[in-house]
């Protein structure tokens, strides 16, 4: 699914669609099934630039991770980045409860996005933030934490959207969208890079951290 809205995103955007007549992104992204250790770090940056150095050096060429998180402001960003563990021992119910005892059920979802341009290569890092609210679970409304997330000025969850109106305001679609800038401005570069050319260091290429509230 991931995989899919990145896709839809990327194709969306005019920095990486494809001159073809199908208009698709020229990134060709494909899934590499690894588990990679995660370092125990609240920073969510330094998660993901670690995962996407261990990530390039596997896949032996660029690679993009994600790292997502879910900050609940009543409990001053927890569970943040650990929101993958909370989620899969307490369940969408459970983490509503978390909040039952505060009037404050305000949240902010966090995509960080890592790309590393090469096995060794310092990773360059977007992130997207998307506030919202969080709402008591309704059955068959989905899986996950995103049953339970309202972005704001919505009245229905991310999983109730369909793939192409999250994909409008996800926090995901914010950082993926930053990445396709940053691809279609590095492109000359990164395509010489790919084919061979030697590269001395990160000449060339922009490696300055993005975020949506910039």
């Avoid at 996005?113 to 890092?125: G, K, S």
């Avoid at 691809?183 to 060339?204: F, S, T, V, W």
Wanted: charged share 25%; proline share 5%.
């Amino acid at each position: 699914m991931k995989q899919r809205e990145i896709n839809m995103i990327l194709s969306n955007n005019e920095a990486t669609r494809s001159k073809s007549d199908e208009g698709e992104s020229f990134v060709n992204l494909r899934i590499l099934d690894v588990d990679l250790p995660e370092i125990q770090e609240i920073n969510t940056e330094a998660v993901a630039k670690n995962k996407a150095i261990q990530g390039a050096q596997l896949a032996g060429g660029a690679c993009v991770v994600e790292d997502t998180s879910l900050e609940f402001n009543a409990l001053g960003g927890m569970p943040g980045p650990f929101i993958k563990w909370f989620q899969d021992k307490l369940g969408s119910d459970g983490l509503y409860k978390i909040l039952i005892g505060y009037e404050d059920k305000s949240a902010v979802a966090v995509c960080t996005l890592a790309f590393c341009p090469a096995p060794h290569a310092d990773p360059v890092v977007f992130t997207g933030k998307c506030e919202g609210t969080m709402v008591e679970p309704v059955e068959g409304r989905g899986f996950g934490w995103d049953t339970i997330f309202v972005p704001n000025g919505e009245a229905e969850p991310f999983s109730s959207m369909t793939t192409e109106r999250k994909c409008e305001l996800s926090h995901r679609s914010l950082a993926v969208n930053q990445w396709a800038d940053w691809l279609g401005g590095n492109i000359d570069e990164l395509y010489e890079r790919q084919y061979g050319r030697p590269a001395i260091g990160h000449k060339g290429l922009d490696f300055k951290a993005q975020s949506s509230e910039e």
